[in-house]
């Protein structure tokens, strides 16, 4: 059975910080890896998915990548902004449509 | 396009009282799935449909608890009799096809007193 853990739970850092986001997962037979954000009383925000033949996306300040072998993928924040506050979810996806969701990393970024 | 739309945003409802839950996905998208949210457990997926045929409902908690989709727009996760320790929040989540982004809705905040 798919486990998926972040580390740290949560995390404040000052404006203007590069930061990384880490997830790791137990069985490296994945389909994708996806990150997600969630702002508090919203839903999930899809920020970047990675299929398991890729190694990195990105979009704007945001980069993810993938190491399928170690089970591990981290997202990186460039430049964080206080907007940038919100929680962060992985998700993995195995052989079938099922996402496991880690419980999450809580981002404060103080102005 | 709305995205994926869900109602109510919010319900209080008294234990032992039905609970029906509403979900609209994103037009043309193939699969929904249905999620809970809590503190102690994370979201979980509950259940989850492809071409509005229920695929895998081995995350339904009971069988206090059933799904419906009845066409390719509208789904329902319906709880009877509810209990407190269904408070939680639902989510719905559609995908164009298996393999890509899942788009969340809002979410139904569940308060069972």
């Known amino acids: 059975k798919q486990e998926v853990t972040q580390i740290p739970a949560a995390l404040s850092v000052p404006e203007g910080e590069n930061l990384v986001l880490n997830c790791s997962f137990t069985?490296?037979?994945?389909?994708?890896l996806q990150w997600f954000r969630q702002d508090p009383g919203k839903g999930l925000t899809s920020l970047l998915l990675?299929?398991?033949?890729?190694r990195e996306q990105t979009s704007g300040r945001l980069n993810a990548s993938l190491d399928k072998s170690s089970g591990r993928s981290t997202l990186y924040i460039a430049a964080s902004q206080p907007g940038d506050s919100a929680t962060y979810l992985c998700?993995?996806?195995?052989?079938?449509?099922?996402?496991?969701f880690g419980k999450g990393t809580k981002l404060t970024v103080n102005p | 396009d709305a995205g994926v739309i869900q109602s109510p945003r919010h319900e209080v409802t008294e234990m032992g009282q039905e609970v029906t839950l509403r979900c609209k996905p994103i037009?043309?998208?193939?699969?929904l799935f249905w999620y809970r949210q809590t503190m102690m457990r994370g979201l979980e997926l509950l259940i989850y449909f492809n071409n509005n045929v229920p695929i895998d409902d081995s995350g339904m908690p009971e069988d206090r608890f059933s799904a419906k989709m009845p066409n390719a727009s509208f789904s329902t996760l319906k709880i009877q009799p509810s209990e407190p320790r269904d408070s939680a929040v639902y989510f719905c989540?559609?995908?164009?096809?298996?393999?890509?982004?899942?788009?969340f809705g809002p979410g139904t905040r569940l308060t069972v007193t």
């Open positions: 069985d490296s037979a994945i389909y994708n």
């Open positions: 989540a559609s995908v164009e096809h298996a393999g890509h982004e899942q788009y």
């Open positions: 037009s043309g998208h193939n699969s």
């Open positions: 990675i299929q398991s033949s890729q």
């Open positions: 998700a993995s996806q195995g052989g079938s449509e099922k996402l496991v």
